[in-house]
C-alpha cells in the first residue's frame, strides 16, 4: 500500500530491544530523520506487550475464535495495519530476533485467522524493513539469520522488503560513530521499494 499526496506516509517503528535507547533504537531514530516532512511516525515498543503470550490455536477446539484476541492486541493489530511501512528495530541477540519481536510477529499468525481484521489482505504491498546492530565490528553475517527470517515474513505476506541498515556497537551511542551507518541512516528510509513478487505458500 502505497501513501498518496493527499495522505501522508505511515511509518511505525517496532522497537524490540531488552533496553532502551540502546544502538539499533539510536540507529533507527537517526534514520527516521530523513523522512520527508508531513511522514507519520509512529514508535512502538514491543515489551509492552510481552504479557500476552502467543499460543497455537490451529488445531484447538474451535480455533481462534474459542480464545477472543484482547481489545490490547486488537489495538495492536489495526496499528500495525495503519501503517504503510513495518521498520522492525532490533540488535542482534544470539544470532537471531529478540523475542518481543518474536512474539509480535507469531501473532501475525492469529490475526490473519480473525476474518473481521482481513489481515493477510491489508498487510499486502506494505513494506517490512529491519535495523540492526551488533557488536562485531567486521562480520555483518551474525545479522544474516535476523534479515533472512524478515524477508521470507515479506514474502510470504506479499509485501515489499527493503532490506537492513545494520550498525555496529557495543555500549549504547557506539553506533554514532559507525560512519558507514551513519551515512546509510541518511538514505536508507528514502530508497523506493519494489513489493515483493513471491507467491505466498
Same mark, same amino acid.
Given at each position: 500500500?502505497?501513501?498518496?499526496?493527499?495522505? =501522508?506516509?505511515?511509518? +511505525?517503528?517496532?522497537?524490540?530491544?531488552?533496553?532502551?535507547?540502546?544502538?539499533?533504537?539510536? *540507529?533507527?531514530?537517526?534514520?527516521?530523520?530523513?523522512?520527508?516532512?508531513?511522514?507519520? /511516525?509512529?514508535?512502538?515498543?514491543?515489551?509492552?506487550? @510481552?504479557?500476552?503470550?502467543?499460543?497455537?490455536?490451529?488445531?484447538?477446539?474451535?480455533?481462534?475464535?474459542? @480464545?477472543?484476541?484482547? =481489545?490490547?492486541?486488537?489495538? *495492536?493489530?489495526?496499528?500495525?495495519?495503519?501503517?504503510?511501512?513495518? !521498520?522492525?528495530?532490533?540488535?542482534?541477540?544470539?544470532?537471531?530476533? =529478540?523475542?518481543?519481536?518474536? %512474539?509480535?510477529?507469531?501473532?501475525?499468525?492469529?490475526?490473519? @485467522?480473525?476474518?473481521?481484521?482481513?489481515?493477510?489482505?491489508?498487510?499486502?504491498?506494505? !513494506? +517490512?524493513? *529491519?535495523? /540492526?546492530?551488533?557488536?562485531?565490528?567486521?562480520?555483518?553475517?551474525?545479522?544474516? =539469520?535476523?534479515?533472512? %527470517?524478515?524477508?521470507? %515474513?515479506?514474502?510470504?505476506?506479499?509485501?515489499?522488503?527493503?532490506?537492513? +541498515?545494520?550498525?555496529?556497537?557495543?555500549?549504547?551511542?557506539?553506533? *554514532?560513530?559507525?560512519?558507514?551507518?551513519?551515512?546509510?541512516?541518511?538514505?536508507?528510509?528514502?530508497?523506493?521499494?519494489? !513489493?515483493?513478487?513471491?507467491?505466498?505458500?
Amino acid at each position: 500500500m502505497s501513501s498518496s499526496a493527499a495522505t =501522508p506516509r505511515n511509518v +511505525l517503528f517496532l522497537l524490540s530491544s531488552a533496553r532502551e535507547n540502546g544502538n539499533a533504537e539510536q *540507529l533507527a531514530r537517526k534514520a527516521a530523520e530523513s523522512l520527508p516532512p508531513g511522514t507519520v /511516525t509512529d514508535w512502538l515498543r514491543l515489551n509492552e506487550y @510481552r504479557h500476552e503470550a502467543f499460543q497455537d490455536l490451529r488445531h484447538a477446539p474451535g480455533g481462534y475464535t474459542a @480464545r477472543p484476541a484482547s =481489545p490490547e492486541m486488537l489495538a *495492536l493489530a489495526e496499528r500495525t495495519l495503519a501503517a504503510d511501512e513495518l !521498520v522492525i528495530v532490533a540488535p542482534v541477540y544470539w544470532y537471531g530476533l =529478540p523475542s518481543s519481536a518474536v %512474539s509480535y510477529l507469531e501473532h501475525w499468525s492469529w490475526w490473519f @485467522r480473525l476474518p473481521e481484521l482481513r489481515f493477510r489482505e491489508r498487510m499486502r504491498g506494505k !513494506v +517490512l524493513s *529491519l535495523v /540492526t546492530s551488533h557488536s562485531s565490528d567486521e562480520d555483518d553475517g551474525v545479522a544474516q =539469520p535476523l534479515l533472512m %527470517s524478515l524477508q521470507l %515474513s515479506a514474502d510470504y505476506m506479499e509485501m515489499g522488503w527493503r532490506g537492513a +541498515l545494520i550498525g555496529h556497537g557495543n555500549q549504547p551511542g557506539d553506533v *554514532l560513530q559507525d560512519a558507514r551507518a551513519m551515512a546509510g541512516a541518511r538514505e536508507f528510509l528514502l530508497r523506493p521499494v519494489a !513489493v515483493a513478487k513471491v507467491e505466498a505458500a
